[in-house]
């Protein structure tokens, strides 16, 4: 299938970015210092190498079948019937991927800016939303994505470094933690928030030299692991442990801590939210493009538009599941590790049969 090639390296890493940085900002401290107590830093940067390998996997991959996705390349790899069951079963986690980004940022919303908003309205909004952005084509896709990389990155790092001024350096301490049992739990479910990064797949076809991809996957889980591990151990620092496991959001209470010098401007979190919304807007965005066209190639037509209303309802359904925001994180822990078999391991599996069977795609033009 030809694709026009278009993406640049940069673009292709904003697109990866921000299919990273979401809703899982928020939990994030509270999963890692569950998991490894004051080495909370290292869980947290033990599952960004686990993201980096399985994206590297993907990328070299893509950068083998520079013409196709997964979609096509598994069957070609795997045989066609293999290929599209696996192909379904991706289709179908980025399905339940997004359900539950959009039902997460509802639980936010009501909680934090609209208690008297119904949580279905919020979570149909964003929805509605998405799907009509999914519309456009993946030119338009990465300028969306270009445009709103900066706005998410910088008052990121503005608010983390306002928010130092009480931070103590012995809630960092051991580095290791005091009870290693819950790492490996812990690093890959954090792994599992970075998922959307798995989008890379869908965009390699569409760059103009798909030979530099490994660049912008280097460049992006750089970018959105740094800032993942900076929140952690600002928040921790700031925090404590034992603080932290009383807080649902604290990467939401550190911006509630943050002040401006000269105190003209009280509240940061007020924009630290609008930077929050953003942050899902471009994952949920990421995740449903990601979706409508992974099924447009599994059935080989033209145009991707047609599934961006005909998936809504299923996502809408499955994002109303979960009976309370307890029950909700328990189902993303568990969607988001299980997902680990499908964004990592299966793509492994499919780079070593590759190389055994030496097959390959046709180089670009």
Not at 60 to 81: A, T
Not at 123 to 148: E, K, P
Not at 265 to 281: C, Q, S
Not at 342 to 353: A, F, R
Request: aromatic share 12%; proline share 5%.
């Amino acid at each position: 299938m030809d694709f026009p090639k278009n993406l640049t390296v940069y673009q292709t890493t904003a697109i990866v970015i921000n299919a990273v940085l979401g809703v899982g900002l928020l939990p994030l401290p509270l999963i890692a210092v569950r998991a490894g107590d004051t080495g909370a830093p290292m869980v947290t940067f033990l599952a960004i190498l686990v993201t980096l390998f399985g994206l590297a996997v993907l990328t070299m991959l893509g950068m083998r079948f520079p013409e196709q996705s997964i979609i096509h390349y598994s069957e070609d790899i795997i045989g066609k019937w293999l290929g599209r069951i696996g192909s379904l079963f991706i289709i179908a986690f980025f399905i339940t991927l997004t359900s539950l980004v959009a039902r997460e940022f509802g639980e936010v919303v009501i909680t934090n800016i609209l208690p008297e908003t119904p949580l279905e309205i919020t979570v149909i909004v964003m929805l509605v939303l998405a799907s009509i952005f999914s519309r456009n084509d993946m030119m338009t896709f990465a300028y969306i994505h270009v445009f709103y990389l900066p706005i998410l990155f910088v008052p990121s790092i503005a608010i983390i470094a306002l928010s130092l001024g009480d931070a103590d350096p012995l809630y960092l301490q051991p580095l290791w933690g005091h009870d290693a049992s819950g790492m490996v739990t812990g690093v890959f479910t954090i792994a599992a928030l970075l998922q959307g990064s798995f989008i890379i797949t869908m965009i390699i076809p569409f760059m103009r030299a798909p030979e530099k991809a490994m660049k912008a996957t280097i460049w992006s889980i750089a970018a959105a692991g740094g800032l993942y591990v900076l929140i952690v151990i600002n928040t921790l620092a700031l925090f404590g442990p034992e603080e932290i496991k009383n807080l649902l959001w604290p990467t939401l209470e550190l911006a509630r801590t943050a002040t401006i010098p000269g105190e003209f401007v009280e509240r940061l979190d007020i924009f630290f939210l609008v930077v929050f919304v953003t942050a899902v807007f471009t994952t949920m965005y990421a995740t449903y493009m990601f979706t409508i066209y992974a099924i447009k190639q599994l059935f080989r037509l033209r145009d991707h538009k047609m599934f961006s209303f005909f998936i809504l309802p299923f996502v809408f359904v499955i994002a109303m599941l979960p009976q309370n925001t307890i029950q909700m994180y328990e189902i993303i822990e568990r969607i988001g590790r299980a997902g680990l078999v499908l964004t990592i391991i299966y793509p492994v599996l499919l780079y070593v049969i590759a190389r055994l069977r030496k097959k390959q795609g046709r180089r670009s033009q």
